[in-house]
């Protein structure tokens, strides 16, 4: 039989809800948002942004790679809707994920958000098309590897 869900890789640590709300590992960083955490179990978008924060400069993953890493399979759309969310400018650096053809998405509702994806990205050294494509393979971040 398969497990549902993937392993975290070895030396990856990704936040995960508390069984008592509050309750948090001294050693654990504060996690990078905009306003304070409440003293609760962490919500899904927490964990998107703390697991985001650890994607080196220089490397990109994609919206899926992140569900799975969260052990969220499939919930690659929820990803991208949770970095939406993000207020901008932001300390997580929500532009080094991408969608799993390797493009930023282009569109009109994302109010600029591409533009300023693909600038951030060029600024770290990334090279963007003119259509959004990026060399994916040759920048895609493995979560062991925190080398640039």
Known sequence: ?????PRQPPG???PQAD???GARAASQEPMPSEAPLPAQALS??????AL???IPAGRLATYGQIAELLGAYGAARQVGW??????????????RVVNAQGRISMDPSRQGSDWIQ????LGEGIAVAADGRLPLAAHRWQPADQSP
């Open 1 to 5: 039989m398969v497990d549902p869900l």
């Open 12 to 14: 990856l640590t990704i």
């Open 19 to 21: 069984a008592t709300p």
């Open 44 to 49: 899904f978008d927490q964990r998107v942004y």
């Open 52 to 54: 985001v924060a650890l």
């Open 82 to 95: 949770a970095l939406r969310r993000l207020p901008l400018p932001s300390s997580v650096p929500w532009q």
């Open 118 to 121: 693909r600038e951030l990205l």
